[in-house]
């Protein structure tokens, strides 16, 4: 667009101070492009108009019908000063007919499978639909096929009516009051038991799917309701895990096992399921190191698990844990440093035997401990290093590893 053309200022919505494409009234009676108000309304979870302050007290927003034609009309007249003229946007879908759409799905198994690519069509379009899905009840609707054992049946050559329920009800991106509903649901199947099954029985795409749900209904989980979470949860948890079957999936399995690791007897089941093999055989492979965030995770795991006695004694089970932990110290973050010396001091504090003492002296953990000493890396990393070195200043004082103002510093 030539810069010399002059905008009428009240073609440009408040927010995006763009010419607006969709112009909408909410309740106020402030115009705005729809794109740009659902956004602020539904990312950033206010209720507020950006101009008035006010509430916006209903959901729906109204077409500024006369304001398009005004908008389209002047870019038609400036096209030749290269102003391109926008379409007519599509009415978004409204809710009578998502709820007359499940309805009609009830009446057969064709229906139903009509009803899923009908919403997969509605998902793609803007995130009005998202929204008005979960109005709708739509969620509730696809937890219902997904928990249901008997829609195992072939949607097409490749996906089953769960398969396509799951895909849709991750890609609603649903709010956290309905994730919560569909935790708490006691009408239908446990939603948990339901993702936990395809996680196990599915297909690489469902069990993905399944476990990044599977994520975001722990993170709106109540503290009671994940310290009573089964042992096959952890079980299956880490076998994504093992298995890697996607980038995602692998974050998702790590951000479950953070977020739930601390509560109750957790730990222990975490342990019990292989988690500390899986973590130390993750960060072995340099192609996860890639990206430091999973690093970080799988390293604040290994620090939580290592809280518990169970937990330290399968870390020193695995002949590579000790040197793939002090490996990371400064490699990837002040986070994973942090983590990887809190799991030395772990172990080095309830579980020092003359053998693993003289171990983590021959795999240079006494010098890179010193090191984190020398660097700017964090306080409390130092304190926990120095508190380690401290409490085998007898066994390791006689070490060349050790800088010699580190010796004169020790007890005799």
Known sequence: MDEEIEIPPFFLCPISLEIMKDPVIVSTGITYDRDSIEKW??????????????????????????????????????????????????????KSEIEKLIKDSASSHQNQIKCLKRLRQIVSENKTNKRCLEAAGVPEFLATIVGNNESQNVFDSSMSLTDEALSLLYHLETSETVLKNLLNNKKGRDIVSSLINIMQRGMYESRAYATLLLKNILEVAEPMHIMNLKPLVFTEVVQILEDRISHKATKAALHILVNICPWGRNRHKAVEAGAI???????????????????????????????CAEGRAEFLNHGA????????ILRISQTASDRAVRVLLSVGRFCATPALLHEMLQLRVVSKLCLVLQVNCGSKTKEKAKELLKLHARVWKDSPCLPRNMILAYPS
């Open 41 to 94: 309304l539904f990312s950033g979870k206010k209720n507020s108009c950006p101009v008035t302050k006010q509430d916006i007290t209903d959901a729906d927003r109204t077409p500024n019908h006369t304001l398009r034609r005004l908008i389209q009309s002047w870019c038609t007249l400036n096209a030749s000063y290269g102003v391109e003229r926008f379409p007519t946007p599509r009415p978004p879908i409204c």
């Open 277 to 307: 093999y899986v973590m130390i055989e993750l960060l072995m492979d340099e192609s996860f190191s890639s990206d430091r965030r999973g690093p970080e995770m799988a390293m604040v795991v290994l620090d939580l698990l290592c809280q």
């Open 321 to 328: 844990a000790i040197a793939v932990v002090c490996k990371k």
